[in-house]
Structures are given as structure tokens and as C-alpha cells.
């Protein structure tokens, strides 16, 4: 089993910035894969960005170039750095890992990811 704990979200203006942070802990060495996820009300969970064990990353289009995602080993931590925020990118966060490598599309379908944090809320008013 890993452990995941988000932290992180809040609320701030279109064009400002935030960094989520998830800690692992448990298994943490079973994971090959680990992602961002949001969920808006009244919507399906999303692919934000993903990134693997051998440190490569993928993003949504909707996210490219104004997100970053990022891992520190030695702490056991996700990072994702979310610049130029749009009112649109408001949405319940969710770090997501999985033991199994993905590459490509599959590392941002929610379906492929076993380890579940419980989300932190990030609004950005216009």
C-alpha cells in the first residue's frame, strides 16, 4: 500500500501561481508512476500531468507550458508548480501512483492508478 497526502491548494487570481505537494509513504518504492488529477463539480477526473520512474513527464494540452510537474526522491514528494492560472483550472487536485510504468496518454487516464491521496481544492477567481 503507499500513502498519499496532498497539500498545497487555495484560492487566487487568474495569472497567479501555486505549487501542490504530495507526500508518499508506505510502498513507495513499488511506484513507477505518479500524477496530478483534477475533478471540477459536475465533471469527469482529468489528466493534469504525470511522470515516471525514469522521469518523464506528460501533460495535458490544456496545461502545457504553464504547468510543471516534478519529484523529489529523497523526500518521497510529487510537486506540481501551476503558473498562470485560469479560472478553468479550478478543481479539486488529486495526486495519483501506480507500481506499473506508464508512457504516453496512458499515464493521464485515472483508471490506470491505484493509490489515491484525498485531494486538495484549488480556485482561481477571474
Known amino acids: 500500500q503507499v500513502q498519499l497526502v496532498e497539500d498545497g491548494g487555495g484560492s487566487v487570481q487568474a495569472g497567479g501561481s501555486l505549487r501542490l505537494s504530495c507526500v508518499a509513504s508506505?510502498?513507495?518504492?513499488?511506484?513507477?508512476?505518479m500524477g496530478w488529477f483534477r475533478q471540477a463539480p459536475g465533471k469527469e477526473r482529468e489528466g493534469v500531468a504525470a511522470?515516471?520512474?525514469?522521469?518523464?513527464?506528460n501533460y495535458a494540452d490544456s496545461v502545457k507550458g504553464r504547468f510543471t510537474i516534478s519529484q523529489d526522491n529523497a523526500k518521497n514528494t510529487l510537486y506540481l508548480q501551476m503558473n498562470s492560472l485560469k479560472a478553468e483550472d479550478t478543481a479539486m487536485y488529486y495526486c495519483?501512483?501506480?507500481?506499473?510504468?506508464?508512457?504516453?496518454?496512458?499515464?493521464?487516464?485515472?483508471?490506470?492508478?491505484?493509490?489515491w491521496g484525498q485531494g486538495t481544492q484549488v480556485t482561481v477567481s477571474s
Open positions: 495519483a501512483a501506480d507500481r506499473k510504468l506508464y508512457g504516453g496518454d496512458w499515464s493521464l487516464q485515472a483508471g490506470k492508478y491505484a493509490w
Open positions: 508506505g510502498y513507495t518504492y513499488a511506484t513507477n508512476s
Open positions: 511522470i515516471d520512474s525514469r522521469g518523464r513527464t
